[in-house]
């Protein structure tokens, strides 16, 4: 089921384990469901991980007995109730005295069931361990991103040719899913967005059932999901003809998106790729329409480290995956984006979206 | 586009607020998305909502400052950073003494940034307060729900005419997605499962690229969303001929979850709803390979309270809408799961659900 070795999973768990003596704890506790997936190989909906460097366990429940033994390599906790309580009398059982926990992945409940069961052992927080690992794939990682990006990009070709003028955004929603799930998507990695006319100023509609019109804009905003990872990609498309005023805006996002992949490469700072963006588009006197970051970090979640925004210094890494998604948006007018997935290299950055970015007239 | 009016909402956040005396709390603070879009009326990705009782705050980014100001009756405060630090500098503005929050719905780190900011809060832990108010469905919920159930049913009976034999299963499953799209379904509750042959003995099996063959059983399960609202439902069907024993196992199932309907009234607790179901496959032997709960709530999300489960106390209300759906799997051969959506009524139950429950044969 996994497209990952057993070596690369151990491997993963131990660029996090060899953190423990520095966090003075005798193990860590994993409780986002990614983080297990990414460093137990899981992929049920219920799973925690107890790592302790030389004991792996992964906890889950009996609906998944049969899967979690084809998926991972840890040794498997089935708890009847719920994980946490069945975590805390592991942590008893292995005397542990300090325990490591992601602080932003676990609520404050848990945290006090853990704490209530075990007064004595010492409950460490640590903030974005696993994240912070994840940001950086591996060649294996980012072959199934690339992957994802091309299917998804196959989709959105398929889906157009079967475009009508005055077809509705939910239908054309429907046909870009089908097409991904026919493509061998496992899914899709978040709600198609489809939004025609004025709804395109909105950057996160939902597809409704008006129809999409002629001389309007037309925005898919779409990603797939292929052996988990995401793929993201976003295009603005004319139906017919569009005013001079809309076509200069389409102009200074595609400058503003090509200036922050110009700005892409390693040792860059998030900040410094987000100030190019902006920096275009205040060019064209539209930088306070601009009212999102230009990009964040994907690959087993759509929103990963880094955020690629005004504030985030982390520094470029070669093998960070990210987006790059500038868009400017008026109400009642329109609003438009485009995006491309990229991949930090050596030198700079490669687009993995094969998909055109000049205006395209449907 | 929402499909409740202001005064539906207002009314919501009144029955939680009432609570705030008895609490000895001057606010509510709800972070659980799900329940801002309850009790807030807003649908985006990123949103808290601070009650006092006489002032509703609802907090998002400027990414959704045009769909907050349609969606909602609240008062809109836009945040540029995290929502968390911008509710803090309320709660000090409101010059609040003692706020409750979720206990089981905020991370342990949000909890610990709330208090550094605001020493002098007193922060009160409060578990399942929406999710007990959300239990109970409204005239409108219901209708929203059984529409989402309805077209859920219309969705499986256009994808199945379309199954030809040794289709993939991912192939059917983009088909179902296709179908729920098309009749206006806002997306899937879940990702769709389908199984065939002995991966059926997977309860939440993935679809692959396995071809559905002969002689063999399919488990479909899915739901679509609405509204908002999620509607389930499994049914498992024989491709070909199934063997005496497979079809005494369906028999079983179905005969399992016909109890646990008959079983459902006001005031019958969840557990005794939930052992109607295991005594039938004790009866069968059967019991052993029963290995989740009997159903679970559903509503804005596909898992919501009550669970009806072996230890869960909560007795039944009218207006309650719930799945009954159990199921026997035995690794290596083959598993069946037959699973309605039901509302509890004032003398029993309604099956929302329309598709038939007979054994189907492909």
């Known amino acids: 089921m996994s497209i990952l070795s057993q070596s690369d999973l151990a491997n993963r768990r131990d660029n996090l384990t060899v953190r423990l003596r520095e966090l003075k704890a005798d193990a860590f506790l994993i409780l986002a469901l990614p983080n297990v997936h990414y460093l137990g190989g899981f992929t049920g909906s219920n799973g925690a991980l107890l790592l302790t460097g030389d004991r792996s366990l992964l906890f889950t429940d009996p609906r998944y007995q049969t899967q979690v033994s084809q998926e991972s390599d840890c040794d498997v906790k089935i708890a009847k109730g719920p994980l946490i309580t069945e975590v805390a009398s592991w942590i008893k059982r292995l005397r542990l005295k300090a325990v490591a926990f992601e602080q932003n992945r676990i609520s404050f409940d848990e945290h006090c069931q853990v704490h209530a069961a075990l007064p004595a052992v010492r409950l460490k927080p640590v903030s974005g361990a696993v994240e912070r690992l994840r940001m950086v794939k591996s060649e294996t990682e980012i072959g199934t991103i690339r992957a994802s990006v091309h299917l998804n990009s196959a989709a959105l ?101 090509l200036a922050a992949i110009e700005a892409l490469k390693p040792g860059a700072t998030c900040a410094s790729v987000d100030r190019a963006a902006r920096q275009v588009l205040r060019g064209y006197g539209m930088d306070k329409l601009f009212i999102h970051s230009t990009g964040h970090g994907l690959g087993l979640e759509i929103h990963e480290a880094p955020r690629v925004g005004r504030k985030d210094g982390t520094r470029l890494e070669r093998g960070m995956a990210i987006t790059i998604e500038p868009g400017v948006y008026l109400e009642g007018v329109g609003g438009i984006r485009i995006e491309d997935t990229v991949i930090v290299t050596e030198t700079g950055c490669e687009i993995l979206t094969p998909t055109g970015k000049e205006l395209v007239v449907l």
């Open 157 to 257: 070709e398929q889906a157009l040719r079967q475009f009508k003028p005055d077809m509705s955004e939910l239908d054309l929603a429907a046909e870009i899913d089908y097409r991904m799930r026919i493509l061998g998507a496992d899914g899709t990695a978040f709600d198609t967005i489809v939004a025609s006319g004025s709804r395109t100023a909105l950057p996160h509609a939902h597809p409704t059932g008006h129809s999409i019109r002629g001389n309007q804009l037309l925005l898919v905003d779409m990603g797939a999901r292929v052996a988990g990872y995401c793929s993201d990609m976003t295009r603005t498309h004319a139906v017919g003809k569009l005013n001079p005023k809309t076509r200069r805006m389409y102009r200074a996002v595609l400058e503003s998106q």
